[in-house]
């Protein structure tokens, strides 16, 4: 039964970040001492303890600005940011300066964590004999292309494992963790390193690159095993 998640559903009242050329709003005074976690697109969802970054001055976030450049940030000031439902406002070709921003921005070994549609899961839902009709069709749809309630609230882009892993790679950033939410939102985790040190992130991490899905269960407990024991190597 595929119905609007609370993620989408919130998209109705919460504004993500959205293209510069939507709004320009004067730029917020930052906060002392600057929180070493980032919410972007917060919306309404402010965050306690995270720098609030939105495009729309009428949220109240922390910090009034375009989520694909910040230049008033310090470079490695951040242990972790947060984007949820944001990639996907962006224009494709502005998707790799993001992550090159968001990367810019993050420690050594800092996370970055996504959530992004997934197109094949997408198509899937649509090719599915029991979503062939109006209703459920037209609903997956709307998932696929966003709300459109309002500017910023369209969907210009999506992705597929090879894509996603590809764009946070030439960022500097390794997947260590992925799920996939609702059938059809990838949940990801992205370490800055050019080693992910711990077997089980690794693990996590090839098998979204190489087999294109996030890790089962007894996947990761027999891969952890063989490697621990030296049976295995990487």
């Given at each position: 039964?595929?119905?609007?998640t609370?993620a989408?559903?919130?998209?109705?009242?919460?504004?993500r970040?959205?293209?510069i050329s939507?709004?320009?709003q004067?730029?917020?005074?930052?906060p002392?001492?600057?929180?070493t976690?980032m919410?972007?697109g917060?919306?309404?969802d402010?965050r306690?303890g995270y720098l609030?970054v939105?495009?729309?001055?009428?949220h109240?976030?922390?910090?009034?600005a375009?989520a694909?450049h910040?230049p008033m940030?310090?470079?490695?000031?951040f242990?972790?940011?947060l984007?949820?439902?944001?990639l996907?406002?962006?224009?494709?070709?502005?998707?790799?300066?993001a992550?090159?921003?968001w990367?810019?921005l993050?420690?050594?070994d800092g996370?970055?964590?996504?959530?992004?549609?997934s197109?094949?899961?997408?198509?899937?839902m649509?090719?599915?004999p029991?979503?062939?009709?109006?209703?459920e069709a037209q609903?997956?749809v709307?998932?696929?292309?966003?709300t459109?309630?309002?500017?910023?609230?369209?969907?210009?882009t999506g992705?597929?494992?090879?894509l996603?892993?590809?764009?946070l790679?030439?960022?500097g950033l390794?997947?260590?963790?992925?799920?996939?939410?609702d059938?059809?939102?990838?949940?990801?985790?992205a370490?800055?390193?050019n080693?992910?040190?711990?077997n089980?992130?690794?693990?996590?991490?090839a098998?979204?690159?190489?087999?294109?899905?996030?890790?089962?269960?007894?996947g990761?407990?027999h891969?952890?095993?063989?490697?621990d024991?030296?049976e295995m190597t990487r």
């Amino acid at each position: 039964d595929y119905s609007l998640t609370d993620a989408e559903s919130e998209r109705t009242t919460i504004n993500r970040a959205a293209p510069i050329s939507a709004m320009n709003q004067p730029v917020a005074v930052l906060p002392y001492p600057l929180p070493t976690r980032m919410n972007l697109g917060c919306g309404y969802d402010i965050r306690e303890g995270y720098l609030n970054v939105d495009l729309q001055a009428k949220h109240h976030p922390d910090l009034v600005a375009d989520a694909t450049h910040l230049p008033m940030l310090p470079s490695g000031h951040f242990q972790e940011i947060l984007a949820q439902d944001v990639l996907e406002h962006f224009e494709r070709e502005r998707t790799q300066p993001a992550l090159d921003e968001w990367s810019r921005l993050l420690q050594p070994d800092g996370l970055l964590i996504l959530r992004v549609p997934s197109l094949l899961d997408m198509f899937e839902m649509l090719s599915a004999p029991e979503h062939r009709k109006f209703a459920e069709a037209q609903e997956i749809v709307h998932l696929m292309y966003g709300t459109q309630a309002y500017t910023g609230d369209y969907h210009l882009t999506g992705f597929t494992p090879t894509l996603l892993d590809g764009y946070l790679h030439r960022a500097g950033l390794l997947i260590c963790d992925a799920s996939l939410r609702d059938g059809w939102l990838f949940d990801v985790r992205a370490r800055k390193t050019n080693r992910l040190e711990s077997n089980a992130e690794f693990i996590q991490g090839a098998y979204f690159r190489i087999l294109g899905r996030p890790v089962d269960l007894s996947g990761l407990q027999h891969h952890s095993r063989a490697l621990d024991s030296g049976e295995m190597t990487r």
